[in-house]
Each structure stands twice: as C-alpha cells, then as structure tokens.
C-alpha cells in the first residue's frame, strides 16, 4: 500500500527483436561502406545462435566494429580505435566470409535459427546470404564452413576478453 512503486518489467526478448531486425534492415550506405580490394562484396557479418529460450546475435562491421546482444538483454560491444584485437577479428572474419561467399545462399529471410543451429549471414551489395548449419558439426570442425563458425567465436573471445560484466 505504502512504498515506493515497482517498475514495470519489461523484456528483454522484444528489445533483442527490434534491435535484431534494424540490423537485419541496414543498407550498406547507412554504415557508410566502401568497397574495398579484399572486401568487394561483404560489408557485414551477422551469425546467430538459437538457442532454447530465444538467441544470440553477433554483428560485424566492415568499418571494425561488432556487438554481441543475446535474448536475454546481454549486450557487449568493440571496435574502437583502441580495440586493434577485436578490430582484427572483425576483418578476419568478414575475409573468410568473402572467400566463401558461393557456399551462402541468397535469403529474404530474417528469421532466427532454432535451438541448436547457427545462422551464418553475410551482408552484401547484393543483398543477404546465408547457411543454416548445425551448431555440433560446426564446433567440431566437420562442416563444411567451421571456418567461419571459428572466425565469429575469435570476434565473440575478443569482444568478452576485457568485458567486466
């Protein structure tokens, strides 16, 4: 009756969503990318995770930056001039993803991996591309694109390296 009153609680999994799909949307003039020699075609790198209560998102920009944002509200980010480690990762990542840009399939589709598969994405000039895979094989190293599964966790270790949370 007295008191002081409680928060609405809101959730964490509309917020994901919505910042989910404005990621999904962006053009590549709207984070001012240029072609480049190595990175004619890529200027982004989207892989998630699902996962059984929602999922994971990790975004790479071509400019060096990347975010990591899950379901749950956790959201860690990098790429600053100072951040060379994640900046490098980010780059390493969106070169495998342009080396294997045949293997991915053109999508329209922004919907999110079920529990225990990996959305990989490459955004491009031309729109998005994309393989579904399973998370297991894809660990193990027995997919055929574990390479780029591999470059996304070095982006993801070096995003949480230094993260205090």
């Known amino acids: 009756m007295f008191g002081r009153r409680r928060a609405a609680l809101r959730d964490p999994r509309a917020e994901y969503e919505a910042h989910r799909l404005d990621v999904l949307t962006r053009t590549p003039q ?3 990318w ?3 020699p190595r990175l ?3 200027w982004a790198a989207v892989v998630e995770t699902g996962l059984p209560w929602g999922g994971s998102t990790l975004v790479a920009l071509a400019g060096g930056s990347a975010e990591l944002f899950t379901s749950t509200g956790k959201h860690s980010s990098g790429g600053g001039a100072a951040d060379v480690d994640v900046r490098a990762a980010v780059i390493g990542l969106l070169l495998v993803l342009q080396s294997r840009l045949e293997d991915l399939e053109p ?3 922004l919907a999110l991996p079920g529990a225990g598969y990996v959305a990989m994405r490459a955004l ?5 591309r994309v393989v579904v895979a399973g998370e297991r094989p894809l660990v193990d190293g027995i997919h055929p694109l574990s390479t780029v599964h591999f470059a996304a966790l070095e982006v993801v270790h070096q995003l949480t390296a230094h993260d205090p949370a």
């Open 107 to 109: 999508t329209d589709s």
């Open 30 to 32: 709207a984070v001012d």
């Open 124 to 128: 491009t000039r031309q729109g998005q």
């Open 40 to 42: 004619p075609d890529v």
């Open 34 to 36: 240029t072609p480049t």
